[in-house]
């Protein structure tokens, strides 16, 4: 296997703000990214020493791209399985395509957390229309439809309350083949980032509390509004899920804090993760680092977080705010050179920082 070593370059599918923090977090160890991804100007590519602006089907590309790099990795979850594969015999290729697989497949997801004992919402796979009032039968109502592959922020899901919402749901989809979910009545959304080395040596990140507009995340804090023991429980589950998928790199686990602090897994994504940018400023190893870290066959650096921290998403033309956010003594701002600010999109956040203990009164 190669050494990895600084002045190396390494290769990371997709430009856009975690492709761009990853090549960021990769330079402060000497290391060159080289991104792949089918736009011109990127947001990764910006920031990044080499860049291939070519489609993910591109074969000739693709193998290119393999021959220049020492490993390649990958900012999302949605790249298609055979444009992995290829490079995957050209390079090594972290995390391993098989928790790609399960991550793209939200019932391929949710029966491997099954199997490994993790608690989920209940679920029914919905393959055509013909299976919808049958699964509404067996999940009940209020119940949630989702795409299994290729949802995101909300998209791909449709929330029934009425068994005669069937075919409207199953229409709001866009007919393909799906899942349905029993709604689950949380008291709050938390994320854990998990790192897990290929010595399979793990370091673990506080959870975080998500907060969403719609269907976007909004606000991360730390730490989480739960008991210990339901936040060391949720640090349990997201290295059991990092272990049991021999995952190499940064995953994160996205649950469901029920009454009581049961914890329901939700999703889970094998990347970095919107939900831990705050660990950026608010810990001595980030998110992104410790993401190039594993990768290279390097020790993990420390996940403690020195600060609490809330991280809030600047969407559309939030960011056009930047010059009152930068000259907040508080707070670090982080813009992704985005050109245009459409509603909806990822412009950039802004992680304010608190003393240990702050944020803690009363959680
Ligand atoms: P997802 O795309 O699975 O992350 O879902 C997006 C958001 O929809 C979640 O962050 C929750 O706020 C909500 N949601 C998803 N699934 C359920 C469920 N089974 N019960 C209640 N809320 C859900």
């Known amino acids: 296997m190669t050494v990895i070593a600084p002045g190396m370059e390494i290769g990371i599918l997709g430009g856009g703000q975690l492709g761009r923090m990853l090549a960021l977090a990769a330079a402060r160890l000497g290391l060159k990214a080289h991104i792949y991804c089918p736009e011109d100007e990127s947001p990764a590519a910006q920031v990044a020493h080499a860049v291939t602006v070519a489609d993910y089907d591109d074969r000739a590309m693709l193998d290119k791209f393999a021959d220049a790099v020492a490993l390649v990795t990958y900012e999302f979850e949605n790249i298609p399985l055979a444009t992995v594969k290829r490079l995957a015999r050209r390079a090594p290729l972290w995390p391993g395509i098989d928790a790609l697989g399960v991550a793209q497949d939200r019932l391929r997801e949710k029966r491997f957390l099954q199997s490994i004992g993790i608690e989920t919402a209940p679920f029914a796979a919905v393959d055509t229309q013909a299976d919808m009032a049958a699964a509404v039968d067996v999940i009940g109502l209020p119940a949630v439809l989702k795409t299994r592959t290729l949802g995101y922020d909300g998209k791909g899901q449709f929330m029934l309350r009425d068994g005669a919402q069937c075919d409207e749901a199953w229409l709001a989809i866009g007919q393909a083949p799906a899942i349905l979910e029993g709604f689950v009545g949380f008291e709050r959304e938390v994320s854990v980032i998990v790192a897990r080395a290929i010595s399979g040596e793990l370091a673990c990140y506080d959870v975080a509390e998500n907060e969403h507009r719609n269907h976007i995340l909004d606000l991360s804090t730390v730490p989480a509004a739960i008991e210990k023991a339901t936040a060391d429980q949720a640090q349990t589950i997201a290295k059991t899920v990092a272990t049991a998928l021999n995952y190499v790199g940064v995953l994160a686990v996205e649950m469901f804090v029920c009454p009581g602090g049961q914890l329901i897994v939700n999703e889970i994504a094998p990347r970095v993760h919107n939900s831990g940018h705050w660990t950026i400023d608010a810990c001595l190893v980030s998110q992104f680092e410790q993401h190039i870290r594993a990768i290279c066959g390097w020790p993990l650096g420390a996940a403690r977080r020195h600060s609490d921290a809330r991280m809030r998403n600047l969407i559309g033309e939030e960011a056009e705010d930047w010059a009152t956010l930068i000259g907040d003594r ?28 702050a944020l803690s009164t009363g959680r």
């Not at 701002?333 to 003393?355: C, D, N, Q, S």
């Open 330 to 357: 508080t707070a670090a701002l982080h813009l992704y050179g985005k050109g245009a600010a459409r509603p909806g999109r990822k412009m950039g956040h802004v992680t304010e920082i608190f003393p240990l203990g």
